[in-house]
């Protein structure tokens, strides 16, 4: 069945460290939301590609946290060096073409930096 | 600036009992406007949407939800919960003349009690 998968699910890691977390879209689809989750903040949109290109990354904070699609089949985030700051859950989430909102979401990569 | 509020950070109604969770949205055009579920560990799945027309749209799980423009509000109800509905409910509103992103508000976690 079509679903967005991410991997990993959780991580714990320690302050300083690379952390990348991956995500495959919907085949088809060509639109990929990251967000992050806290409970302070909420749902904060990070950045979103459409057809690889990235559109907005606005929300993410550019020193530390990068993020990419090298091929259709996969969206990369990454926080270099990581903060215990970072700790949240990260979703990625994808549309299709028509992008009208109705976002699918994968289960979420939880992130504890020590 | 666009903005999406859910007043109630947290609801708990009786099994059986009638819901109403509330939402108020900010933006200049007519909103496509969002009800998303989360359950604990999970990412979101759409239960409603409103593009246009009528105003009261049905969803999955027997949700409903009434757009009123005059109030900004959109907000979703539900006739009898069931103790499956607990979970984290997200209103949002789509940003389609932004370069298409979706923001969330705050959330409203429901509680059901037996």
């Known amino acids: 069945d079509a679903r967005v998968t991410q991997t990993p699910r959780h991580k714990v890691t320690e302050m300083g460290q690379e952390v990348t977390m991956r995500c495959q879209p919907i085949l088809g689809h060509n639109t990929v939301f990251w967000y992050r989750q806290t409970m302070m903040q909420g749902l904060e949109l990070l950045a979103y590609?459409?057809?690889?290109?990235?559109?907005?990354d606005s929300g993410m904070p550019k020193d530390r946290f990068s993020a990419e699609m090298p091929d259709a089949t996969l969206a990369t985030l990454k926080i270099q060096p990581s903060e215990p700051r970072d700790s949240a859950v990260y979703f990625c989430?994808?549309?299709?073409?028509?992008?009208?909102?109705?976002?699918?979401f994968g289960e979420g990569s939880r992130l504890t930096v020590l | 600036a666009q903005s999406v509020t859910q007043p109630d950070i947290h609801i708990t109604v009786s099994e059986g009992a009638s819901l109403e969770l509330r939402c108020n949205y900010s933006?200049?055009?007519?909103?496509?406007l969002f009800w998303y579920v989360q359950s604990p560990g999970q990412g979101l799945q759409l239960l409603l949407k409103y593009f246009s027309g009528d105003t009261l749209v049905q969803g999955i799980k027997g949700f409903e939800a009434e757009f009123k423009r005059s109030q900004s509000s959109f907000n979703l109800r539900k006739p009898s919960v069931h103790w499956s509905d607990a979970a984290e409910y997200f209103c949002?509103?789509?940003?389609?003349?932004?370069?298409?992103?979706?923001?969330f508000g705050q959330g409203t976690e429901l509680s059901v009690k037996p």
């Open positions: 949002a509103v789509f940003l389609y003349n932004q370069g298409g992103k979706l923001i």
């Open positions: 590609f459409r057809n690889r290109a990235p559109l907005d």
């Open positions: 933006y200049g055009a007519t909103p496509y």
């Open positions: 989430a994808t549309s299709g073409e028509l992008n009208t909102g109705e976002l699918f």
